[in-house]
Every structure is written in C-alpha cells, then in structure tokens.
C-alpha cells in the first residue's frame, strides 16, 4: 500500500476535474470534447505531482473511466491518501503567537484534519481570526483583524464567491532607516474555513499572503 501523499487542496482539485468531466456526460457533449476535457484534466492531474511513483502515477490516472460510479469510487480510493494537517501540540501553537498571553485555541480534536489546508479560527472577544500554515516545512501562524462583510464576495484564498471577511495583519517587514516603521495588509477570505478548505485548490496566493505578513520575500 502507498504511503499517504495527497494534500488536500491537491485532492479539492482532483475532484474538480473529475466534476467537470461527469457534467460533460451529463450535458451529452460529444465524445471528442469529452475526450479533450478528460485528457486536459489526466494531465493537470498527473502535473499536480513531479515526484509521484509509478503506483501514485497509475493510481491517479483516470483516462479508462467512463460511468458516475468508477469516477465515484476512484475519488474515494484518493480520498484514503489524503495527507492529513499535522497535529499541533497546545505549546506549539502558543509559541507561535508570543505576544498573545490570552491565546484561545480551537479543539483541533473536533476538526477534520484531513479537509485543512490551513487552520484558522477566530476570537470574537478580540476581533482576531488566526490563520496557521505549514510554509516550506514549518509551521507558521499570523493574527488579523477581522470585519465581516455585509455583502457576499470573491475569497482570496479559494476563489469562492460567498460571505466573507476583509482581515488585515501588519507585516515583520522592517526597514533600517525607519525602526517605527509598519505596514498592513489585508484581503478578503472566507470567514468560514472550513467551507474555505473545502474549496481551495491552489495555495499560490495563501503561501504569497502569509510570506508578506512573515515578513520574507517572495518570488512570483
């Protein structure tokens, strides 16, 4: 048996594709159009792993289904390798947040941690939502503000129109001339994660929004 290796932002794409191509059945597209989509998303899919084996490569390939149930039972199989988010111990995530004495933590054990990309939870007696990441092998973890929209809109982080909250965090950028110096950024992202997490496919601008609140350079 292979060793779990699917992240789930990986396998909320994986199972994009896979919706697309069962309502191209649905919609009774030509089988040439059917084909092109299939093979446009066996690609994609594959692409999503550069160093899969050849047991991850022929157990992502999808290229020989044809009815709702082999596309059901294939995203199930997936679904048993998912890369759950790693468990954090209670002194882990506080040392993350030094500044925040009066830290509330959410029971990670009532979370599935196989649909997180990225843990978050909020603080409604201070306004604050958290966000925590694995970046380049690390756990890291950034405080914001929070301001609930009234009116529904696009999420930064999953691209899911729906409602929203605009967060904003100062950065640890600093400049040698200017110690006073500050600067805040914000977006707007789901105010509900785990809907967020359901739906997010790429973690492009996640990892970039987190690297500029952290302080570090990135590289577009």
Request: some cysteine; hydrophobic content about 35%.
């Amino acid at each position: 048996m292979t060793e779990k290796f699917i992240k789930n932002a990986d396998f909320n794409f994986i199972h994009k594709q896979v919706a697309l191509i069962k309502d191209g059945y649905k919609k009774n597209a030509a089988p040439n159009v059917i084909q092109a989509v299939k093979d446009l998303a066996n690609n994609k899919i594959i692409g999503l792993f550069p160093n899969a084996t050849n047991a991850q490569k022929e157990m992502l390939d999808l290229s020989a289904l044809k009815t709702d149930h082999e596309y059901d039972r294939y995203i199930q199989q997936l679904h048993d390798y998912l890369l759950p988010f790693p468990k954090l111990a209670e002194a882990q995530m506080k040392k993350m947040f030094p500044k925040n004495k009066k830290l509330k933590l959410p029971d990670l054990d009532k979370m599935n941690l196989n649909q997180l990309t990225y843990l978050s939870w909020v603080d409604i007696s201070t306004n604050k939502k958290f966000i925590v990441y694995e970046l380049d092998e690390k756990m890291v973890g950034i405080e914001c503000k929070y301001t609930i929209l009234n009116k529904n809109n696009i999420c930064s982080f999953c691209n899911r129109f729906g409602q929203v909250a605009y967060i904003s965090t100062v950065t640890k950028a600093k400049k040698a001339k200017n110690p006073d110096y500050y600067k805040a950024i914000g977006n707007y992202i789901c105010f509900d994660s785990t809907e967020c997490n359901k739906k997010i496919t790429n973690v492009d601008y996640l990892t970039t929004f987190l690297k500029e609140s952290l302080g570090e350079k990135t590289v577009l």
